[in-house]
């Protein structure tokens, strides 16, 4: 059993937790406050938020911690954000060099056998394109603004942002800014790298390298192309941030509060439309949005990023092989081809798996919270708190952390529910299922099959 227990796929489950209850302990004495006390289960929601990296908060960060408690929050996000990284990269390494994730011993023996890999080279290449990133993040936003981003929110907030946590130091989070189109790009550059993953950053890092020393050499030879899985990303992260900005656009212009001249509410726009990929920062009041733009909105951060980032959600490669079979069945395909290469069926099956799993974990949280936070209130006088709760059950699964309002009013059970939630979310259903399968026996019979009438 102890052996189990600590097996490689439970290693995060451990990490984070015991990451998240150091967290709590700092935060909820009086060093890591400012003024008001802080009771255990709001230091525990905050810790959550903050490892798992969503921004979902109880108490205004800037206003209710001190400098103390603002680190602690700081060092558990680049945590959150490192540590999902490392172990999600690691594993779709281990999946390029077909090694089945359920197989924790064929798993060691990659990593300690494997020539080419040198696990120091690996981590060392995750920390130095974070921070690189991230200092070049702070950078910038000092030197646009460095009144409002002075060198020590600067960094803050571009730790934040790459690493798609969605907690600031202002009650209004960057509400101040929404008509400064050079703070938007630079937060929205930084969520959407955070959200690419470590696989497709580094590949397109060693793109742009092997094109710098071809213009300065002056030698032209064979451009590389990218591969398959960073194709896929890169173009459907593109679709969705301009789809989703053409849809709150239009929402808004016809329905909504204006945010300002048109392109103003078209920058308010897309801004929404790439932090909904999991970031939670928000340049407009998002309970002042119309329900159209919610229900984008809702759909952008349950789709989350892509696998291996910071980013949670059911990631933007399970939207496509979802897509690829519907289209492949409207035109008679058995095969589900992306980009003129067919997807494996073992693929398929834990795209579909993650898809299910993603929906009963969505709609039991809703049900719960809809029970906690009003259970016993007349629909005539709840109308609209069933968006609100959906809205913050998938806010908090796809570890957003945008909110209408909602979080900061959640009764205790609702505060479990939400933390359960964001970890639920950032390790994601697949890895716990991993983890719950390396428990099992394998069955070495099989019952016989049998069709069933469908549809």
Same mark, same amino acid.
């Given at each position: 059993?102890?052996? !189990? ?72 996000? &680049? ?29 060691? &023996? ?18 130095? /394109?974070?921070?690189? /990133? ?48 050079? /703070? ?130 059911? !990631? ?17 395909? &058995?095969?589900?081809?992306?980009? !003129? ?26 049900? /719960? ?45 609702? !505060? ?40």
């Amino acid at each position: 059993m102890r052996i !189990k227990l600590f097996s490689p796929f439970w290693m995060p489950v451990w990490f984070f937790a015991g990451a998240i209850l150091a967290g709590a302990s700092l935060l909820a004495f009086d060093p890591g406050l400012a003024e008001q006390n802080l009771s255990w289960i709001d230091a525990v929601f905050t810790a959550t938020s903050a490892m798992c990296v969503t921004g979902l908060v109880v108490v205004d960060t800037g206003s209710a911690f001190s400098h103390f408690g603002q680190m602690v929050i700081l060092v558990l996000i &680049q945590l959150g954000g490192l540590g999902i990284m490392t172990f999600t990269s690691l594993a779709m390494y281990l999946m390029g060099r077909h090694v089945s994730l359920s197989d924790r011993i064929s798993v060691g &023996q990659s990593l300690l056998h494997d020539p080419r890999f040198s696990l120091r080279n690996f981590l060392f290449r995750v920390i130095c /394109i974070t921070f690189g /990133i991230e200092l070049v993040g702070a950078m910038l936003l000092w030197l646009v603004d460095p009144q409002g981003f002075h060198p020590y929110s600067a960094l803050f907030h571009s730790i934040s942002a790459f690493c798609n946590a969605g907690f600031s130091l202002y009650a209004d989070s960057l509400s101040a800014w929404h008509s400064n189109w050079s /703070i938007n790009f630079i937060f929205m550059a930084l969520i959407t790298l955070g959200g690419l993953g470590f696989y497709v950053l580094n590949e397109c890092g060693g793109l742009l390298t092997h094109e710098v020393r071809a213009r300065l050499s002056g030698k032209r030879g064979e451009r590389p192309s990218l591969s398959w899985h960073s194709s896929v990303v890169l173009r459907t992260s593109v679709l969705l941030s301009l789809g989703g900005a053409a849809a709150i656009f239009t929402a808004e212009l016809f329905g909504g509060e204006s945010f300002g001249i048109w392109h103003e509410e078209l920058l308010s726009a897309l801004f929404q439309s790439v932090t909904c990929r999991t970031a939670g920062f928000n340049t407009v009041d998002i309970a002042h949005m119309t329900n159209v733009s919610l229900v984008f909105m809702l759909f952008l951060m349950l789709v989350g990023g892509s696998p291996g980032s910071c980013a949670g959600g059911i !990631k933007t490669t399970t939207l496509r092989a979802v897509w690829g079979f519907i289209c492949a069945q409207f035109a008679g395909r &058995q095969q589900t081809v992306i980009g !003129k290469k067919a997807l494996a069926s073992s693929s398929m099956n834990k795209a579909f798996t993650l898809l299910v799993f993603a929906g009963f974990i969505v709609a039991g949280g809703a049900i /719960i919270l809809n029970i906690s936070e009003g259970g016993d209130v007349p629909h005539i006088q709840a109308r609209g708190n069933f968006l609100e709760i959906l809205f913050e059950v998938i806010s908090a699964y796809g570890t957003v952390g945008l909110s209408t309002g909602m979080t900061g009013k959640l009764t205790s059970l609702g !505060k479990v529910v939400v933390i359960m939630l964001m970890f639920i979310g950032r390790l994601g259903p697949i890895w716990l299922l991993s983890a719950l399968q390396s428990w099992q026996v394998e069955q070495r019979f099989r019952y016989p099959e049998r069709d069933l009438p469908l549809g």
